[in-house]
């Protein structure tokens, strides 16, 4: 079955939205929308490889900054720290556990997600939150909105209980080797 709705949330990796803000940077940060390629979680959790098709001099710059290089599909590679103060959060998406988000991981992702978040229609006033955004919300109106969402598209009932976002798929990580994170010449 295919759906537009899975389509839009699956366009570039959980990561790109849950983790990439907790550093205040989302995919538009690197000039050029079509500059970001995606944003992959190290399989420790503590850090960040964006890739890019150029890379922002900005980066070098930035207090999480380890490292960059150049892989096999000539994209830059940049490696950030992730803070440690975001560390349970980090784990609590890798287990998809997003509604566990603590409200200052929530506030990030929010506030620099680059995902629309209660957008009021200029002609219904009707507001509009991106099911991405929905699924980390603590109220349980907005994930009940989600929730009806979801059981329309996959025909079936969730529980009351349930994470209303898939758990990160293995396309969300990367393994990172010692050669990754030597500083740059």
Same mark, same amino acid.
Not at 60 to 67: C, K, L, S, W
């Given at each position: 079955?295919?759906?537009?709705?899975?389509?839009?949330?699956?366009?570039?990796?959980?990561?790109?939205y849950?983790?990439?803000?907790?550093?205040?940077?989302?995919?538009?940060?690197?000039?050029?929308?079509q500059?970001?390629?995606?944003?992959?979680?190290?399989?420790?959790?503590?850090?960040?490889?964006?890739?890019?098709?150029?890379?922002?001099?900005?980066l070098?710059?930035?207090?999480?900054f380890?490292?960059?290089?150049?892989?096999?599909?000539?994209?830059?590679?940049?490696?950030?720290?992730?803070?440690?103060?975001?560390?349970?959060?980090?784990?609590?998406?890798?287990?998809?556990?997003y509604?566990?988000?603590?409200?200052? %991981?929530? /506030?990030?992702?929010?506030?620099?997600s680059? *995902?629309?978040?209660?957008?009021?229609?200029? #002609?219904? $006033?009707? @507001?509009?939150?991106?099911?991405?955004?929905? %699924?980390? /919300?603590?109220?349980?109106?907005?994930?009940? *909105?989600?929730?009806?969402?979801?059981e329309? #598209?996959? $025909?079936? @009932?969730?529980?009351?209980?349930?994470?209303?976002?898939?758990?990160?798929?293995?396309?969300?990580?990367?393994?990172?080797?010692?050669?990754?994170?030597?500083?740059?010449?």
């Amino acid at each position: 079955m295919k759906s537009k709705f899975f389509d839009i949330v699956n366009d570039f990796n959980l990561a790109t939205y849950y983790l990439l803000p907790l550093l205040k940077l989302n995919k538009l940060s690197f000039g050029a929308p079509q500059n970001f390629v995606n944003c992959y979680v190290s399989s420790k959790g503590d850090c960040l490889l964006i890739k890019l098709r150029v890379m922002m001099p900005f980066l070098y710059r930035n207090e999480d900054f380890i490292a960059d290089y150049i892989d096999e599909d000539k994209l830059t590679c940049i490696v950030l720290r992730i803070p440690e103060k975001y560390t349970e959060d980090v784990a609590w998406f890798m287990t998809g556990k997003y509604s566990k988000f603590s409200v200052d %991981a929530r /506030e990030l992702i929010r506030s620099y997600s680059g *995902l629309i978040y209660r957008q009021q229609h200029p #002609e219904t $006033g009707r @507001s509009t939150t991106d099911a991405r955004l929905m %699924a980390i /919300e603590e109220s349980e109106e907005q994930r009940s *909105l989600l929730r009806n969402k979801l059981e329309d #598209e996959l $025909g079936c @009932s969730l529980p009351l209980d349930a994470e209303l976002m898939s758990k990160p798929s293995d396309n969300n990580y990367i393994q990172l080797t010692e050669v990754d994170y030597l500083p740059t010449a």
